[in-house]
């Protein structure tokens, strides 16, 4: 194993993000977040996305632009979909803050978010009678495992994304539970600089990760791979379907 190649092609790794096919996640969840979203969406509700992202999820539905609304914090994503969305009619709102979403009350019959931050009262406010949000969420417990093998001992980021507590929230709220769904499944890198990449980006889980700091860790890690052929870790997502 020469170390010096492979602190040269992992450190080159963190800036790269070609990893297609080069790790997998997420592809055996006990259920589909779209499809769920489909089995409830009609032609005559008013929905919006909060956290749309760049607004991909949100114009596959094919909901009629009229009735769809949408808000992101990401600056990037929302000069997208400044351009994007708001060309074709959606109603597309800049938002950073989950408590103060910029619409008035009772303005929807669904709200959705995916893997985004919300606020379950601001939440209440914004639906009308009988209305749904639905979420999917990263739970609290995402890639511990991962994290434990270069980075011993870094607390949770985030460890009152759960379900229990979370399920609690929405009831607190004022919410009905339709259906709540935890589910902990495998990730699988298939080579080391796939995983500094994703270590390096997602940075609130892998705080202050770096090729240098965790290099006798990768190498263990590179052992993995010559022998099993993969590093395998866990992720944690939870759902929720909550009707006021």
Request: hydrophobic residues 35%; negative net charge.
């Amino acid at each position: 194993m020469n170390k010096a190649y492979l602190r040269n092609v992992w450190e080159q790794e963190e800036e790269a993000a070609h990893i297609h096919g080069r790790y997998e996640e997420e592809n055996d969840l006990p259920w589909d977040y779209g499809e769920i979203v489909r089995q409830y969406l009609k032609r005559d509700l008013n929905i919006m996305d909060y956290d749309t992202g760049g607004g991909e999820f949100l114009l596959s539905l094919n909901h009629p632009y009229s009735r769809t609304a949408a808000t992101e914090g990401y600056p990037p994503n929302v000069k997208l979909c400044s351009e994007k969305l708001l060309s074709l009619g959606i109603n597309f709102k800049e938002c950073h803050d989950p408590s103060k979403v910029p619409f008035e009350d009772e303005s929807f019959d669904l709200v959705i978010n995916r893997h985004g931050d919300f606020d379950a009262r601001e939440l209440f406010r914004l639906l009308r009678h009988n209305g749904l949000f639905i979420t999917e969420q990263v739970g609290g417990d995402n890639d511990r495992d991962l994290v434990e093998m270069v980075l011993p001992k870094t607390g949770k980021p985030f460890p009152h994304l759960n379900l229990t507590e979370q399920r609690k929230h929405f009831e607190d709220a004022g919410f009905e539970i339709v259906r709540a769904e935890e589910a902990y499944r495998p990730i699988k890198f298939y080579d080391v600089g796939a995983f500094v990449w994703f270590a390096h980006i997602i940075e609130w889980e892998f705080p202050n990760f770096s090729v240098d700091k965790c290099f006798e860790q990768l190498l263990k890690m590179q052992e993995m791979i010559d022998k099993d052929g993969r590093i395998e870790g866990t992720i944690h997502r939870y759902l929720i379907v909550a009707k006021k």
